[in-house]
């Protein structure tokens, strides 16, 4: 049996560990493939439903609508029927939204059937880093929350591959491929097997100890914990959990986020929403959900912006390896102030860029002389930045700054901040594209970016190496 020390000196399981944070993090490709494979299909979806810019938009948003409330309404269910339970009902809902998008007669219907993902979207969000967090060790734990961030990465490249591929054996993305439906469909379709595979992989991994004591159900968490820890470790632990509740040991509920002396929302809830809603506002999803039209928008051909949707993807797994490697020794602070300094400079470029676009008589839009160049390898600056800190940082620090007693509902509150954030960058960005520009439109983010930095400073608390009973209220 692979063993490694923990913090406190105790050996914990990490081939079982591994297993579990593996399947686990399935949720994350789910996520990251749902988010990812709309950016290929917007052509179909316009042509299909015959839609304008703001009805592509309504269409792409839907899934955030969705994702807000899945991600408010799975923290709190994760408190009734688990962690384990929530990611399979997840699961269950990324196979029927895939089957029904790619199946949709009607933009109501495709709205409706994205709708549906962005409630699996949503409680993977949440609900994966929670559970990673509480059954790894301290020491290596923000190592192996960052596969979250891996694997949404992952997910968002294989849609971006499987676009480029289907769309590239159609001849388009609107081309009659199998059976005589266009690849765009196929691409929603794809989809369902990883979902099927998530959906099975989980009945393998064990519940959360923490939410078993929350519970009452102290017996299996210690077997949990046996299984994780080994004998020794499960007994302490299961006292520390229990110790670390509410005083009156009455289960987790959102009133708990409310400071009982002061009457007001506790400071950390406050950084939590802080953190959920800049890692949006610096605009990365524009570039997940939009890279292939925006690319188009300034020149570059459907193929050739499809490519270079492929190697955002493959330079943000290589960030996000980076920082697997590093943030257990370097922390959780410093590498967020990186990242936003580094956006605000890659993002202030690629806005200067866009400024310089010139029209053509015929409308075609270009960037002169190397400018395209500039913009193009600034955009994946800013997504390794990106990738180095705040994508797999925010997420980590979700898991595991919140005290055992208001996890469940401090991540529903700032998951539903996260995607309602998300929502307001990705439905406005179509509309802002055209005016005020995108140069201005990618200065806003820059703007965004700088403050991110500031607002770290002064509220991030660094949480590497402590245990989640000792983390502050």
């Not at 309404?73 to 998008?101: N, T």
């Not at 990242?339 to 015929?362: K, P, Q, R, Y």
């Amino acid at each position: 049996m692979a063993t490694i020390a923990g913090a406190d000196g105790g050996k914990a399981n990490l081939a079982f560990i591994a297993g579990v944070v593996t399947v686990a993090t399935i949720g994350g490709f789910m996520f990251g493939y749902d988010s990812g494979v709309i950016n290929g299909t917007q052509k179909g979806l316009e042509s299909a439903f015959a839609l304008g810019k703001l009805g592509i938009g309504i269409n792409v948003g839907a899934i955030l609508v969705g994702s807000a409330i899945g991600a408010f309404g799975a923290g709190r269910l994760s408190d009734r029927i688990g962690r384990r339970g929530v990611m399979m009902l997840a699961a269950l809902l990324f196979l029927v939204s895939a089957l029904l998008a790619g199946a949709a007669a009607s933009s109501a219907v495709f709205i409706m059937a994205r709708i549906l993902g962005g409630l699996g979207v949503g409680a993977a969000s949440v609900i994966s880093p929670v559970y990673i967090s509480e059954v790894t060790p301290a020491n290596i734990r923000g190592r192996l929350s960052s596969v979250q961030q891996v694997m949404i990465i992952t997910g968002l490249t294989g849609a971006f591959v499987a676009n480029f591929a289907l769309a590239r054996y159609a001849g388009e993305s609107t081309a009659a491929l199998w059976l005589g439906f266009p690849a765009w469909r196929w691409m929603f379709w794809l989809q369902a097997v990883p979902a099927l595979i998530y959906l099975i992989a989980l009945f393998g991994i064990p519940e959360s100890p923490r939410y078993l004591v929350a519970r009452g159900r102290e017996d299996e968490a210690r077997a949990v914990l046996t299984r994780l820890f080994g004998a020794a470790e499960a007994d302490r632990k299961v006292v520390e959990i229990r110790d670390s509740m509410a005083a009156d040991h009455h289960r987790p509920k959102l009133y708990d986020l409310v400071d009982k002396a002061s009457g007001t929302i506790r400071p950390i809830v406050w950084t939590g929403i802080g953190l959920a809603v800049f890692q949006q506002f610096v605009g990365i999803n524009v570039v997940f959900y939009y890279g292939a039209a925006l690319w188009e928008a300034v020149g570059f051909s459907e193929d050739y912006a499809l490519q270079t949707n492929i190697l955002s993807g493959v330079l943000s797994i290589a960030a996000c390896l980076f920082t697997m490697a590093i943030v257990d020794k370097v922390g959780r602070k410093p590498l967020l102030l990186i990242g936003s300094a580094g956006m605000a400079v890659a993002l202030a470029t690629v806005a200067w860029a866009f400024s310089t676009a010139i029209t053509a008589a015929g409308g075609e839009v270009s960037l002169p002389g190397n400018n395209g160049v500039i913009a193009l390898v600034a955009a994946n600056l800013y997504v390794i930045f990106f990738n180095l800190s705040w994508g797999p940082i925010m997420w980590i620090m979700l898991g595991e700054m919140f005290p055992n007693q208001i996890r469940g509902s401090g991540l529903a509150v700032a998951g539903f901040a996260q995607w309602i954030a998300n929502a307001a960058i990705s439905v406005s960005f179509p509309s802002l594209a055209v005016s005020p520009g995108l140069a201005v439109t990618y200065g806003g983010y820059a703007t965004f970016a700088a403050i991110s930095y500031f607002f770290v400073q002064k509220m991030v608390v660094e949480t590497r190496g402590r245990e989640l009973e000792d983390m502050p209220g």
